[in-house]
Structure formats: C-alpha cells, structure tokens
C-alpha cells in the first residue's frame, strides 16, 4: 500500500471475472487491510500455473524458469534439519517467496486461509475482533483507521496509534498478516494491546466482538447530506445499491449539499467506485488504465446522475486510498466537488486477483490508473482544495475541524 505495506489500506485490483478496485486497501485490513478487489469477465485472460518443482507437486515448464536451485534446496533440507517439516508450508513459503522477489508491495501471494480472509474483509465479513484496520506505518504495527461503533473505537483506540505489543509481545518486526491473526479471535475473549500515541504508552485491554462494516451509511445534518463510503464493494454491488439509495433519499428530501466522507477508505472494486462517481457524472470518464503510454481502457459512469448539480464537499485523508482516490480525483477534475482534508495517499496502480488450484491467490499489478486529467496519483496522491489536519487534540476531544469546514462551505 508506496511507502507502507497495508492489507486493508489502498487496494486497486482486478479479479478474472468482473473488474474491481479495491485498497482499499482492500488488503485484509480490515482488517488490515490492502488496496482492492472486484472481478473481471472477458478482458483479461491471464494463464498463471504454479511451477515450483516436482518435489512439491507441480511440473516446472521447460523454459518459463529453471527450478533445479529450489529442489536442491528441498532435498538438503530435508536431509539435514533436525525437526519436523510440513510440506504445505513449504510450498506456500517458496510461492511467497517468488512473488515477494518481484519487489513489488501490491504484487502479493496470498495462501488458502489469507486468501479467504482478505475477500471477507472485501465484504465486510470479517467476524471476530476489534474492529481496526491495521497497517505498517514508518515499519510500526499502527492503527490505521477505528471502524465507527466497535470495539477499538469505544476503547479509545484511534487512527496513527502504534501497536508495540499484544498480548505482550513485542510487534516489532511482524507482518500484517501476524498482527491481525494475534488481534483477531473469538468474540467475547480479550485482547491486550501496549498503545503508543506520541509520547505515551498505555495498555488497552479489549473484548473481541463481532465487527460491523457497512460499505456506506448516510445522514441528513440541517439540510445537508452525510454520505460516508467505508470501502468500496463491488462483489455483491452492496456499495453501489446502498449509495444509490442514500442518494435517492438525499434528493428525496431536497438537501441543500452532500458531504461524502471517504476518510480512512482503504478502496475497494473499481466498478463501485465509477458506480458512485455516476452519482455526480452523466456518461463521463472516471479512470483511466495504462500500461506505460498505452492506453487499456478508460471507464465511464452510466446516465443516472441523481445528484448532479448538488453542490458537493468529498473529505480525505493520509488513509483515503485507491478506489476512493479516483472518485476523489474524478470529482476534483471535473470540477464538481471541493475536496476537504488532507493529502490522500497515494495509490494509482492496478491489481488483478488470480486464483491458484489449492485456493490460494495472487494479487498482481498490472497497470496504472490515472484521473480524467492524466494525472498518476501514485506517492503523490491527491491535493485537498482546502487543508484542513485532525490533530489527536480534534480526536479526544470529538471534534472534526474538517467536517466543519465541509458544512460552512455548503451553507454559504
């Protein structure tokens, strides 16, 4: 998810049977989390067979890569380590190790269990936790977003904290992957987490629970409409449908403006997120995709846009990632909507889900998007029209300098 590794946090990616975006990052972040996400039907028609060697199962292709090191190195290992050894892990360590070779953050190998894990949290199915999406951040294990009404929020958990310890165990050096499989559990246990925010560091000690993540919820706050977009979820449409339906309810009762908060949305499937950029754009270009200088496709909103000409305020943040960056970025070049906030961050590369035989999956990039403009937002992301930073003081005290803003421009 750059220049931090996320799994909820900034996923853009393509499945093999309809295009999505994710990251958000939409890898499993949320929990950590990582984006993106959706599936592709008849576009692409990628081949991708394991070759890892016969001590493993699988016949090598002449010529794709010679694998004789990998078998050697199999073969003396078993012959000389002094334990036990499970082929499995074996096989799932060297395809990890392949694909991490690639040097790629996004470019990812996903075993059987992570694989199931990242599309559930794509859904929203994410089952027994605290309800935070977890990143690495400056190579800390670091709260990237608490989900409204759970756990880790109620506890007082906030994003940027860094997580030094769970369970008291030091986190220093872990995966997302391990942190998330410490955190998570059972509803009703506990967790312990060591929290550093700033200077201080204070134990948290946090019942798990069953975690809700609705893709959007809505509100009307005198007169102006409150549309806040978690992540993007194309699989089942839920995201489009219930935006959709905000947007119908917005018109409905005659708002004076819309505030869409994409604050701390990891991304998700690239077709919800043209799908909520319709909303605002009649037959208009969202994003396009590009392999270099070559242009693969550009993808267009249909000619539904109910809330066109409502004057619009989107806010962002350090943690609006991927998909919700092109919306971000299709509204700002079209000049439809303000953008509030602070930088987002960053995330303009392509992702495509492709499943392996043992129900493992590669998450791989494959292109580069780009906004209506041209503009590749990777590392650099997005420039609010108007900066507004939430400080932890905003946090702990419950304001939101930011929203504020967003409703002083719209009840001009």
């Not at 939409?26 to 890892?52: D, K, N, R, S």
């Not at 078998?71 to 060297?94: F, H, M, P, R």
């Not at 970025?329 to 079209?334: E, I, M």
Request: hydrophobic fraction near 40%; aromatic fraction near 6%; charged fraction near 20%.
């Amino acid at each position: 998810m750059p220049h931090s590794e996320e799994k909820t946090v900034g996923h853009l990616v393509y499945h093999r049977k309809k295009k999505i975006i994710l990251p958000s990052w939409v890898w499993f972040i949320a929990m950590a989390i990582v984006a993106t996400i959706g599936y592709l039907a008849g576009v692409y028609h990628y081949q991708i067979e394991a070759a890892i060697g016969p001590v493993f199962g699988y016949k090598a292709h002449s010529g794709e890569i010679d694998l004789n090191s990998l078998q050697e190195t199999y073969s003396k290992l078993v012959a000389n380590y002094d334990g036990k050894l499970d082929t499995n892990l074996l096989i799932q360590g060297a395809n990890r190790g392949l694909v991490d070779a690639a040097g790629d953050t996004y470019t990812i190998y996903m075993s059987p269990q992570e694989s199931r894990e990242y599309n559930n949290s794509l859904s929203g199915n994410i089952g027994g936790g605290i309800g935070a999406e977890i990143g690495i951040r400056d190579n800390k294990i670091t709260i990237i977003r608490a989900l409204s009404d759970n756990a880790a929020i109620k506890a007082g958990l906030a994003a940027g904290d860094q997580v030094l310890n769970i369970n008291d165990q030091s986190t220093s050096g872990w995966t997302v992957d391990k942190a998330v499989g410490q955190i998570k559990g059972e509803a009703g246990t506990t967790v312990k987490l060591t929290i550093q925010r700033g200077s201080e560091v204070k134990d948290y000690t946090i019942t798990r629970a069953t975690i809700s993540y609705p893709s959007v919820e809505s509100s009307i706050n005198n007169g102006i409409g409150i549309l806040t977009i978690n992540r993007f979820d194309g699989i089942s449409s839920e995201t489009a449908n219930l935006a959709a339906a905000a947007a119908n309810n917005f018109k409905k009762q005659g708002v004076k403006g819309i505030v869409v908060d994409l604050r701390g949305n990891p991304g998700g499937h690239v077709n919800a997120a043209v799908d909520v950029a319709g909303l605002w754009l009649d037959n208009k270009v969202v994003v396009i995709e590009k392999n270099g200088t070559i242009t693969r496709e550009k993808l267009r909103t249909g000619s539904n846009a109910i809330l066109s000409g409502i004057p619009t305020v989107v806010l962002v943040n350090g943690s609006t990632a991927s998909a919700s960056e092109i919306v971000a970025g299709a509204l700002q070049d079209y000049k439809i909507a303000k953008i509030v906030g602070e930088k987002t961050f960053g995330k303009g590369s392509v992702q495509q889900l492709i499943s392996l035989n043992d129900g493992s999956e590669l998450k791989v990039t494959v292109a580069k998007w780009y906004t209506p403009n041209g503009k590749n937002i990777t590392k650099d992301g997005i420039n609010p029209d108007i900066s507004i930073e939430l400080n932890q003081q905003d946090i702990d005290t419950g304001t939101d300098p930011q929203l504020d803003e967003a409703l002083k421009l719209l009840v001009k």
